[in-house]
Structure formats: structure tokens, C-alpha cells
């Protein structure tokens, strides 16, 4: 059984810090591309960054580029979001997700689509406070 399970979301400050953690199992992240969405009140969901461990390519979106860093632990079977000098419009529920769509896709086209995920979480809150 495939499973995603995002943790460290929580109440910040602007400017402070987060390290979110996406634990899988049930399947090998280094054959997969594992994504970060964020869905913010009344808002789509907007896809954030993504990694593809077996290449060693990433992807930001422009709005986080410089203030997120995504990697992965093979061991672990996780993928980490550390974000600094958060922002109110930063407030999201953010879900992490698996993708056969390397992270060059996602560079060629500038983005990350909902649809070229197959399994999801259940989302972790980051609330930025102003």
C-alpha cells in the first residue's frame, strides 16, 4: 500500500523558518519524482517544488525560488521542504505527492501539474502570520 504522510506544518512568524518531512512507503522514492503542492484558502493547488532523486534535478516554482531547498533521504524513504523568510502568502496546506514526471518536465514547462500525480497525502498547515 502506497502512503504519504507530510508533518511540520505549524504557526510562524513572517521571516521564520519550516522543515517539512514527507515519510512514503510502500514504494522506492528513487524511482519516482516526489512533489510539494500547496493549496491555500479558496485557491487551486499550486505545485511548489519537486525532486527526482535518480536524475539529482529539482524544480521550484518562481514565487519560492531562493527561500525553499527541497531534498530527499534514500534511506529514510522521505523528502524534506526546508523554507526560510516565510511570507503570509505562504499559508497553505501543503501535500506531497509521487510523479512518473521527472523534475525536467516540470523545468521545461515551468511548472507542476496536479494531474501528472498519482498518490497523495493528506497535507500538513503552514500558517504565516504577519
Known amino acids: 500500500e502506497v502512503q504519504l504522510v507530510e508533518s511540520g506544518g505549524g504557526l510562524v512568524q513572517a521571516g521564520g523558518s519550516l522543515r517539512l518531512s514527507c515519510l512514503l512507503s510502500?514504494?522506492?522514492?528513487?524511482?519516482?519524482?516526489i512533489g510539494w503542492f500547496r493549496q491555500a484558502p479558496g485557491k487551486g493547488r499550486e505545485g511548489v517544488s519537486c525532486?527526482?532523486?535518480?536524475?539529482?534535478?529539482?524544480w521550484y516554482a518562481d514565487s519560492v525560488r531562493g527561500r525553499l531547498t527541497i531534498s530527499s533521504d534514500s534511506a529514510k524513504n522521505a523528502v524534506f521542504l526546508q523554507m526560510i523568510s516565510l511570507e503570509p502568502a505562504d499559508t497553505a496546506v501543503y501535500y506531497c505527492?509521487?510523479?512518473?514526471?521527472?523534475?525536467?518536465?516540470?523545468?521545461?514547462?515551468?511548472?507542476?501539474?496536479?494531474?501528472?500525480?498519482?498518490?497523495w497525502g493528506q497535507g500538513t498547515q503552514v500558517t504565516v502570520s504577519s
Open positions: 510502500g514504494f522506492t522514492i528513487d524511482r519516482y519524482t
Open positions: 505527492a509521487i510523479s512518473r514526471v521527472t523534475s525536467s518536465t516540470a523545468q521545461e514547462f515551468n511548472t507542476m501539474l496536479p494531474t501528472w500525480y498519482e498518490f
Open positions: 525532486i527526482t532523486t535518480s536524475y539529482g534535478t529539482t
